[in-house]
């Protein structure tokens, strides 16, 4: 069964680092946008960052707000993996992360826009002095 697989969380200390990766069994990330959501206890799931397919027509990323210039995502086609890099954390940034991936959808080009239908069972970020 097609699944993706998160790893890299853990706990840091408001400032630190951790690395998120995102892979997936039986289907490749290349051909998929991915999404890297967040839910922290008692709030909705939310958009964190995202990334266009491999070889997308209109490559493009997404921030949220909160970790723009702090968070970046990247993708390792060779390795078929797909990282969420988070500098400066702080203790808001608390929450289960999830990875998830998107079907192209030929008529939204922006990858904030993509339904995402591929989850992993996500991984739990803790930042805490």
């Known amino acids: 069964q097609a699944r993706l697989v998160e790893s890299g969380g853990g706990l840091a200390q408001p400032g630190g680092s951790l690395r998120l990766s995102c892979e997936a069994s039986q289907f490749a990330l290349d051909y998929y946008h991915i999404g890297w959501f967040r839910q922290a206890p008692g709030k909705e799931r939310e958009l964190v960052s995202c990334?266009?397919?491999?070889?997308?027509?209109?490559?493009?990323?997404y921030y949220a707000d909160s970790v723009k210039g702090r968070f970046t995502i990247s993708r390792d086609d060779a390795a078929h993996i797909v990282h969420l890099q988070m500098d400066s954390l702080r203790p808001e940034d608390t929450a289960v992360y999830y990875c998830?991936?998107?079907?192209?959808?030929?008529?939204?080009?922006?990858?904030?826009?993509?339904?995402?239908?591929?989850w992993g069972q996500g991984s739990q970020v803790n930042v805490s002095s």
């Open positions: 998830a991936a998107a079907t192209p959808d030929v008529g939204r080009t922006q990858c904030r826009d993509q339904e995402y239908n591929y």
């Open positions: 990334i266009t397919r491999r070889a997308s027509r209109n490559p493009n990323t």
